[in-house]
């Protein structure tokens, strides 16, 4: 799994997997999957907009 900060530095994630497929998520010891619908849909929902951090 890959793993990635968080942006205030004080945690990490890791992950596996893409959006074609899903992928696993792993936050402390708690793992979830991420079908790739619900990703594409949160996608599709925010697609444009303000994202907390400042990413478009």
Known sequence: ???IK?????SEFSY?????KG????ITD????????LVNAVL???K???AIGGLT
């Open 6 to 10: 968080t942006p205030s530095g004080r």
């Open 23 to 26: 992928f696993k998520l792993k």
């Open 44 to 46: 599709t929902h925010f």
């Open 1 to 3: 799994m890959k793993s």
């Open 30 to 37: 708690n793992e979830f999957f991420l079908p790739s619908e």
């Open 16 to 20: 596996q997997g893409n959006i074609e």
């Open 48 to 50: 444009g907009q303000l």
